[in-house]
């Protein structure tokens, strides 16, 4: 034994062996549908349209929706449960080149 607080190099190791177990059970649980992850994890009622969209498993996909119906939301929610898919980009609206009829 040492003093108070010391710690014997077997009980870090089991210790660090206990935490690693604990997180890779907490990673477990986690679900890979994105629908089954916003409703589970994030507590989150995605409506239909947004479903859908989650539940798409295109290489792109272009929405078109209007002011205030969860785009953003719904895409950042997508981009957690598919992180190898690499950046997420989105833009709120298309203008036309000036000079073109």
Do not use: H, N
């Amino acid at each position: 034994m040492g003093p108070p607080g010391y710690f014997s190099r077997a009980s870090l190791y089991r210790r660090l062996l206990e935490l690693k177990r604990e997180r890779e059970a907490a990673a477990t649980r986690i679900p890979s549908d994105p629908v089954e992850f916003a409703v589970s994890v994030l507590d989150w009622r995605p409506f239909p349209y947004q479903e859908e969209l989650l539940a798409d498993e295109s290489k792109r996909i272009c929405v078109c929706a209007g002011r205030q119906t969860g785009k953003s939301t719904t895409v950042a929610v997508k981009a957690c449960t598919s992180p190898s898919r690499g950046p997420t980009r989105g833009c709120s609206s298309w203008r036309r080149p000036s000079g073109r009829a």
